[in-house]
C-alpha cells in the first residue's frame, strides 16, 4: 500500500489516464484534454488486440525453433571447450600441484584432508548410483503382482 502523497501532477495524470479509458469508445470529444486524448487512443487500441489462441501447431513451431538452435554451434563448440579444459588443468596440476598439496596440508591439514577424500567418495557414489536412483519407485501392484 502506498502511503506517500500524492503529487498535484500525478493525481492529473491518473485523472486523464482513467478519463481516456472511461471514454475509449466514445467519438472524438472536444472537452477532453490533450492528455485524456492521448490516453484515450492508447485505450481503443488495446481494446481492439484480437483475443485469438495461438495456432494449432504452436508448440510443434517452437520447438522446431529450439531445436534448430541447440543444433548450432554450441553443439560443436562444447566438446572443444571441454577438452581445453581438461588440458589446461592438467597442465597447471603438473606445473603447480606440488606446491597446491603441500598448502592443502598446511591450511586444512591431515584431518581435513580425509574429510575431503570422503566428500569426493560419496559424490563418486552418488554419481555412479544416478541410475539406480532414477529407476521408478515399485508400485502397489508391483508388488502384488511379484508375489502371485
Known amino acids: 500500500m502506498n502511503r506517500d502523497r500524492i503529487s498535484p501532477a500525478d493525481a492529473d495524470e491518473w485523472a486523464a489516464q482513467e ?7 466514445d467519438a472524438a470529444d ?6 485524456s486524448a492521448d490516453y484515450r487512443q492508447i ?17 510443434a513451431a517452437v520447438l522446431r525453433q529450439v531445436t534448430v538452435h541447440e543444433a ?3 553443439k560443436r563448440l562444447v566438446p572443444v571447450l571441454i577438452a581445453v579444459l ?15 598439496w603441500q598448502l592443502v596440508q598446511l591450511y586444512v591439514g591431515h584431518d ?3 574429510w575431503a577424500v570422503a566428500l569426493a567418495a560419496c559424490m563418486l557414489a552418488s554419481r555412479l ?4 536412483l ?15
Open 112 to 114: 581435513g584432508i580425509r
Open 30 to 35: 472536444t472537452r477532453t484534454s490533450a492528455v
Open 129 to 132: 548410483c544416478r541410475r539406480w
Open 19 to 25: 478519463q481516456g479509458r472511461l471514454h475509449a469508445g
Open 72 to 74: 548450432g554451434v554450441e
Open 43 to 59: 485505450a481503443m487500441a488495446l481494446r481492439s488486440l484480437p483475443r485469438s489462441a495461438p495456432p494449432p501447431d504452436f508448440t
Open 134 to 148: 532414477r529407476r521408478p519407485a515399485p508400485t502397489m501392484a508391483d508388488a502384488l503382482h511379484r508375489h502371485a
Open 86 to 100: 581438461v588440458v589446461v588443468t592438467a597442465g597447471m596440476v603438473l606445473l603447480f600441484g606440488r606446491y597446491w
